[in-house]
């Protein structure tokens, strides 16, 4: 803390700068003067916190002195030490705004506490004024966040009428009871599977850049945006002076198609909106609530475009049901004729909108096709979850799925994803049954080891059983059998069996034919083996 001393009579100004300990205290003496005029002239350069001052001086008294910079520097304190006690000095000094009056000859002790006094009042009042402008700046920070908070909850219908104003008021939001009010809704369009930029794992980053293009081309004092609990972007337009709901419509159509062209030539991304209806501030809720639905119509009309509330169509439509449609297509995924089976499922959907007049009935059209597809995976005892993996989200939730493309896409990825399914169960079939198979091979050679044989006793047909084997192990089955059997029969007579026993344990009742086939296969006949 920075003090200044001004004092005409020397020996005064240096017992007063020398004998104090102002350093133990925080203070510093900064400056010194002999009369008012010099003061004046310092205090522009020093800028001390408090000044210590006589009344009576040279040049300009300690009264006028104080008067001119407290007008200067309100904040100083200014601390009398006078060797008058007349009370109008006293009265004048206070009227002033002095913060001490004391009188000479007055101690160090007490000039001391008096400045120290000074000091803590200023640190208290730097604090407190810090700390104040220190929770401006977090609630001005902060109040972007709590005004989309607000209206977050005002489109949810959460607020009534005296605690909308009343919050509106706290966060500085103008709402206008003569105006007109209508909430849009935008989203960023699904993603092709061709799109190779961006992921779904980007949509929140997408989204946040459409949240913020729609703030930059929708003016302020026209309304606000925000993002609500789902993600989307949501403008809540306000009309303007003695505008018509119909005129309102218009601009809000204009301002919306601005935003959804300018995410088309910044982000090489489509976006669509839904507009709901113009109203009062109480009506705010449901023209949200009529966005949503809107935009949920971008099934029918196509992704790209600002679709207002009264377009949503509201036909009942008839559902496709068609059972020569789900024969075929079951007929096509189990023989894995995966592009009949997507042939299929184009004209399936191509049937369902333009039959469909409504997003309503779109969705009971994907109803019914992920119920064919959850027959055909059921039907075979597989799980959902484990057949389609990342797809079987959307049997969860399929309103996710927003527009023809993507309905198209999914179910030709369901269809992928029981043909793969349906192979490897195949694959993993067939492992098991020449496993089983040569195990029957291994702990049987001295019996009847024919390929009818073992056909029948696994209930396969014996092509099939053959076909099977010899693309497995690369080997035809008579010759897999041979070859265990003359391994067998060496290993037997390496270990000092008779000819006879090794050609019966291996299935040769005729011990000569054994011995041809044993000389053919070695090179050596079997009473010749160990030689």
């Known amino acids: 803390m920075n003090l200044m001393i001004v004092e005409d009579e020397i020996r005064i100004l240096n017992s007063l700068v020398h ?69 109008g000095f006293a009265q004048r000094a206070i009227g002033l705004g002095v913060a001490k009056y004391l009188l000479k000859p007055a101690g160090d002790e007490e000039v001391l506490k008096a400045v120290v006094e000074a000091a803590d009042e200023i640190r208290s009042e730097l ?5 104040l402008h220190e ?14 908070e607000f209206l977050r909850g005002w489109v949810s219908g959460r607020y009534a009428d005296w605690e909308l104003r009343k919050h509106s008021a706290e966060l500085e939001l103008e709402l206008r ?55 989307s972007t949501v403008l809540l337009f306000r009309s303007r002076e003695e505008e018509a709901a119909s005129d309102m419509t218009k601009r809000i159509n204009v301002r919306l198609t601005r935003i959804l062209n300018v995410v088309k030539e910044c982000l090489k991304l489509t976006a669509s909106a839904g507009m709901g209806s113009a109203g009062e501030l109480a009506g705010v809720p449901r023209s949200y609530q009529q966005a949503c639905q809107a935009l949920q119509e971008r099934a029918i009309y196509g992704n790209g475009i600002a679709i207002p ?47 469909a007049d409504s997003s309503v009935l779109i969705y009971e059209h994907l109803l019914y096709l992920s119920g064919v597809f959850t027959r055909i995976i059921q039907t075979q005892g597989w799980w959902l979850r484990r ?4 797809d079987y989200a959307y049997f969860l939730s399929l309103e996710t799925l927003v527009s023809k493309d993507q309905i198209v896409e999914w ?3 369901v269809n992928q994803h029981i043909a793969a399914y349906m192979e490897s169960e195949r694959q993993s079939s067939s492992h098991r049954l020449v496993k089983q198979i040569v195990e029957l091979v291994d702990r049987n050679l001295e019996s009847d080891l024919s390929l009818h044989t073992l056909a029948e006793r696994m209930y396969v047909n014996p092509s099939y059983l053959s076909r099977l084997f010899k693309r497995e192990t690369g ?48 090179g050596v006949a079997p009473s010749e083996l160990k030689k």
């Open 309 to 355: 509330y009264p377009e949503a169509g509201r036909g009942e439509g008839a559902i496709l049901l068609d059972a020569d449609f789900e024969r075929q297509l079951e007929i096509a995924v189990y023989t894995g004729e995966r592009e009949k089976a997507n042939v299929l499922i184009d004209g399936y959907v191509e049937k369902a909108y333009a039959h």
């Open 387 to 390: 057949v389609l993996e990342g």
């Open 177 to 231: 009871d003569h105006s007109l009010y209508a909430a849009a809704v935008c989203e960023i369009d699904p993603l092709s599977e061709s799109e190779t930029r961006f992921g779904a794992k980007d949509l929140p980053l997408l989204q946040f850049s459409l949240e913020s293009i729609a703030k930059e081309v929708l003016p302020s004092e026209e309304g606000m945006v925000f993002g609500d609990a789902n993600g």
């Open 19 to 87: 004998n104090i300990p102002w350093e133990q205290h925080g203070i510093e003496v900064v400056a010194t003067a002999e009369n008012g005029k010099d003061a004046l002239a310092i205090l522009e350069r020093r800028m001390p916190e408090i000044l210590l001052l006589d009344i009576e001086m040279p040049e300009m008294d300690g009264l006028t002195l104080a008067e001119a910079v407290l007008e200067r520097e309100p904040g100083t304190r200014i601390i009398i030490l006078s060797g008058h006690d007349d009370f």
């Open 411 to 413: 179910a030709k990825r």
């Open 135 to 148: 929770l401006q700046r977090m609630w001005r920070v902060r109040l972007p966040q709590l005004q989309s």
């Open 475 to 522: 080997e035809v089955f008579s010759s897999y059998v041979q070859a265990r059997r003359m391994e067998k029969a060496k290993e037997l007579l390496l270990a000092d069996a008779k000819v006879f026993d090794a050609s019966t344990a291996v299935g040769y009742h005729d011990i000569s034919y054994f011995a041809k086939v044993f000389r053919k296969y070695w």
């Open 127 to 131: 604090s407190e004024k810090h700390n």
